[in-house]
T-cell receptor, first 114, second 113 residues
Framework: AQTVTQSQPEMSVQEAETVTLSCTYD???????LFWYKQPPSRQMILVIR??????QNATENRFSVNFQKAAKSFSLKISDPQLGDTAMYFC???????????FGQGTRLTINP | DGGITQSPKYLFRKEGQNVTLSCEQN?????MYWYRQDPGQGLRLIYY???????QKGDIAEGYSVSREKKESFPLTVTSAQKNPTAFYLC????????????FGPGTRLLVL
């Protein structure tokens, strides 16, 4: 079975306090792609960052970076200098190469406090 | 502006009624998807389509139907056979490829009266 586990249902940090969201996944496939999406109160799903499993280099996107550990099947998201606008639900997801279904975790509700 | 639009934003369904959710994209994407989100949960795939006039069931297709008559449009019908339709419905699209990013619309909230 293909699953994603986000072990932190809720997190709360102060502005500018670096935060890391955890994600582990399970698949027997070796070729896949990993994603972090954010869902703000508007409920639209917005892509944060994407990682190809065949790449060892961790993806970065401005203040967002990932720590991808393929052997451990871990894909954590680090937010540097978080801002109030980063308050949202964050979902970890992956898709097997050639498949069409994104497999989502349950989400982590992140609150950034002033 | 390129993007994905969904309408309506809110939809109310009476018992025994079929309702249709609209999804349109002007990104020239070949693939389109419908996901369902229940409170406190991630998204689950209902249906997807990679080409006009063809679509495939996802994990929770029972009680739903779709059509893909145009590349830009992928409407979802929630039929009376869907016994628990109250949820947030998200449409997405992507280019065809290997693990391409799926981009999402703003969603439709369906409530049962």
């Amino acid at each position: 079975a293909q699953t994603v586990t986000q072990s932190q249902p809720e997190m709360s940090v102060q502005e500018a306090e670096t935060v890391t969201l955890s994600c582990t996944y399970d698949t027997s496939e070796s070729n896949y792609y990993l994603f972090w999406y954010k869902q703000p109160p508007s409920r639209q799903m917005i892509l944060v960052i994407r990682q190809e499993a065949y790449k060892q280099q961790n993806a970065t996107e401005n203040r967002f970076s990932v720590n991808f550990q393929k052997a451990a099947k871990s894909f954590s998201l680090k937010i540097s200098d978080p801002q109030l606008g980063d308050t949202a639900m964050y979902f970890c997801a992956f898709i097997i190469q050639g498949a069409q279904k994104l497999v989502f975790g349950q989400g982590t509700r992140l609150t950034i406090n002033p | 502006d390129g993007g994905i639009t969904q309408s309506p934003k809110y939809l109310f369904r009476k018992e025994g009624q079929n309702v249709t959710l609209s999804c349109e994209q002007n990104l020239n994407h070949d693939a389109m998807y419908w996901y369902r989100q229940d409170p406190g949960q991630g998204l689950r795939l209902i249906y997807y389509s990679q080409i006009v006039n063809d679509f495939q069931k996802g994990d929770i297709a029972e009680g739903y139907s779709v059509s893909r008559e145009k590349k830009e449009s992928f409407p979802l019908t929630v039929t009376s056979a869907q016994k628990n339709p109250t949820a947030f419905y998200l449409c997405a699209s992507s280019i065809l490829g290997l693990g391409e990013t799926q981009y999402f619309g703003p969603g439709t909230r369906l409530l049962v009266l």
